[in-house]
């Protein structure tokens, strides 16, 4: 989103608000007061009935009974009685797609989320809302999410090793995002590198459990959050672990100063559109489903497609959310700080996926009391121990911020009741239920006649015809907040470069535009250029990515391959290259051999042949001055082959799926087959 956009988005989002503000009654100064309320203040299971809490100036500047508290002059009374108060929600795991997010989480009573893969535009919205020009939830963001190469996600942020890793920590910082964020490829010495870094820089990490290290290792670390309790079982355990080994294993957990967000809500989410997605789309808790969050939902983008296996697939998840559920109580038990957190939007509905939680704790053997605890006290605590001077929230005592939800029915009674909102308090403004109600109504509309434009515009993308999307788009120009996911667009361009590459460039380039803030979407385009041979125009869009993140792993290679393919050869790639590879972690030695050809049109191709195994076509092949990327494809992903060629010497790098990666050696023939030796 351009600053232009965006500073209209902003005033557009605040004449809104202002106008369902009450507009004079609402001043800063203007003391709102909720009397006559039962008070659930969350630092006890009791309810206080019969309550007053004064507010002025977005804090709690007053509480005590009824009949002592002195009402001010000129204040703005809500009227509690019947109804309880409790802190507002907080999400913090989630991922903002939009600005149009921030309604969706409000609606719900979550008046604070954690971003858990910042951006620019993130930035933005951080600070218009803390400025009170757009409306939404209090925002803390995370970094870029920083993986390994290969990522799991083409538009994480790769760290390959460990001083682009460290220069990464403190660029970050330097942005202004809140945390850093972890993926679970990194290699050891380069997650050892950020944490050292992080420590250095004063920013707290969080995110998934590094899969190449382990849970053990990571919970002794300075990793202050860990995302998804089924992340920490994987890292933990390789086999359905027994009631004893989870035991031990959450023990060891509490020996540790982690806090964790459960997830459990993601299991039931994606079974859910496993068993029926239109069911799910169709619902009427999707009309509040921002359009962007929508196009990833989307049956032709779902990455819940079904298939012969989604019955497995269910029972396996189910089987899972079992033990899961098992050690979430135990954890608490122990007393491990849980924090509320859902992966929304791409396995949640923003807002909707907080209450989804608190069902998924209760259901695992939880109190209400101590399911709200994850979502108001502990949020507030761990909010307030890792961001310096940030507002006090998550408990309803004076001097905290004025986030508060008004229910109209006790949620310490039953978790549901959670959804009977009277209205919502954000940072010392009131919306009352109607005017939720027509904030939500208004949106609703709008996203209507968006998902409808979508529902032509994905099958155009689909097919190739990026012509006749981008002429159903143009009337989407005026929207002031993205309508289709980034991430879509990456996709949908993979898709179609191996059959219609001249469409991919089309829908990568549309992305640059739509996006032209993210170094993963100019990545993208310059890998789809040189796949077409465009070499100056993909190094152009290559050192776009890099000015945007300067320390990418797989952009810095991407510029290395390319710049090699300007230079004239210094050798014949033609021939039989036998390879030892050697991981730098566990120092397995492996053995291949890559036979590649030249075609009639100058293009190398080739294949892989692993000893007792058939030759396999290798994904692509590029040879340049001394130099040769050789791809090939595996059961858990790309392993990329970098190699370095003197005469029949080959030295070089290799990466493979989950960190794996590490030197080889070995020798290079002319011959165009060969024997293993």
């Not at 004064?54 to 500047?61: L, P, S």
């Not at 027994?242 to 459960?262: G, H, L, N």
């Not at 033609?574 to 890559?594: H, R």
């Not at 990466?655 to 002319?670: C, D, E, M, S």
Request: net charge negative.
């Amino acid at each position: 989103m351009t600053t232009k956009i965006a500073q209209t988005a902003v005033i557009l989002f605040f004449l809104v608000f202002r106008g369902l503000c009450h507009g004079k009654a609402q001043e800063k100064d203007t003391a709102i007061v909720f009397s006559h309320v039962n008070l659930i203040s969350m630092d006890t299971d009791k309810v206080l009935a019969d309550q007053t809490v004064v507010v002025r100036a977005g804090q709690i500047i007053k509480i005590g009974p009824a009949q002592e508290v002195p009402l001010p002059k000129h204040s703005l009374q809500v009227d509690g009685s019947g109804k309880y108060l409790m802190p507002g929600l907080a999400d913090l795991h989630v991922h903002l797609f939009s600005s149009d997010d921030l309604l969706s989480y409000l609606a719900y009573g979550v008046t604070t989320v954690l971003n858990m893969d910042g951006w620019p535009m993130d930035l933005e919205w951080r600070e218009q809302v803390h400025a009170g020009h757009l409306l939404g939830p209090t925002i803390y963001t995370a970094s870029h999410t920083i993986d390994g190469i290969p990522p799991l996600n083409e538009m994480f942020l790769t760290a390959e090793n460990p001083a682009d890793a460290a220069a990464d920590v403190r660029e970050s910082k330097q942005a202004g995002y809140d945390f850093i964020k972890l993926y679970g490829t990194l290699r050891p010495d380069v997650f050892r590198a950020i944490m050292e870094a992080a420590q250095r820089e004063n920013i707290p990490v969080v995110g998934h459990i590094n899969r190449q290290i382990g849970a053990s290792e990571v919970l002794k670390s300075k990793q202050v959050l860990a995302a998804h309790l089924e992340d920490l079982l994987f890292a933990r355990f390789d086999h359905p672990p027994t009631d004893a080994e989870v035991e031990e294993f959450a023990s060891a957990i509490a020996a540790s100063s982690i806090t964790i967000t459960p997830n459990l809500n993601v299991n039931p989410a994606n079974i859910a559109q496993l068993k029926d997605l239109n069911a799910v789309l169709q619902s009427h808790d999707a009309q509040l489903l921002p359009p962007a969050a929508y196009s990833q939902w989307m049956p032709a983008n779902n990455r819940n497609a079904r298939n012969d296996q989604t019955p497995q697939q269910v029972a396996q998840m189910e089987q899972i959310q079992k033990i899961l559920y098992k050690l979430v109580v135990m954890l608490n038990t122990r007393g491990v700080r849980l924090v509320l957190g859902t992966d929304a939007a791409p396995y949640g509905f923003p807002g909707l996926s907080a209450h989804q939680e608190l069902d998924e704790l209760v259901q695992a053997g939880f109190s209400p009391y101590h399911a709200l605890v994850t979502a108001t006290r502990n949020a507030g605590t761990f909010i307030a121990e890792n961001i310096p001077n940030s507002a006090p929230f998550g408990t309803i005592r004076e001097g905290s911020e004025a986030d508060l939800v008004l229910l109209s029915a006790n949620p310490l009674v039953a978790i549901k009741n959670t959804r009977s909102i009277r209205g919502v308090m954000l940072r010392g403004r009131w919306l009352s239920s109607a005017d939720l109600d027509r904030l939500q109504a208004s949106a609703r509309d709008r996203y209507a006649t968006i998902k409808e434009r979508l529902e032509e515009i994905d099958p155009a993308l689909d097919s190739g015809d990026v012509g006749r999307a981008k002429k159903l788009a143009e009337s989407l120009a005026a929207e002031t907040s993205p309508w289709i996911a980034e991430w879509v667009l990456m996709s949908k361009a993979r898709k179609l470069q191996s059959t219609k590459l001249p469409a991919a460039i089309q829908i990568a380039r549309w992305s640059t535009q739509l996006y032209p803030q993210s170094f993963s979407a100019y990545y993208t385009l310059a890998d789809l250029l040189l796949q077409d041979g465009n070499l100056h125009e993909a190094m152009a869009e290559a050192r776009k990515s890099q000015m945007l993140e300067p320390h990418s792993s797989a952009t810095l290679n991407l510029l290395e391959k390319i710049t090699a393919l300007q230079t004239p050869l210094r050798f014949t790639p033609a021939g039989s290259y036998k390879i030892q590879y050697t991981n730098d972690q566990s120092s397995e030695v492996q053995i291949t051999e890559l036979l590649i050809e030249r075609t009639p049109t100058g293009q190398f191709i080739g294949k892989k042949a692993d000893p007792d195994s058939e030759a396999r076509p290798l994904l692509s092949v590029y040879a340049g001055d001394n130099r040769m990327w050789a791809v090939a494809d595996t059961q858990l992903g790309p392993l990329e082959f970098r190699i370095i060629v003197n005469g029949t010497n080959l030295d070089g790098y290799w990466t493979g799926p989950f960190g794996r990666n590490g030197r080889l050696t070995g020798t290079k023939t002319n011959r165009s087959a060969s024997i293993f030796w």
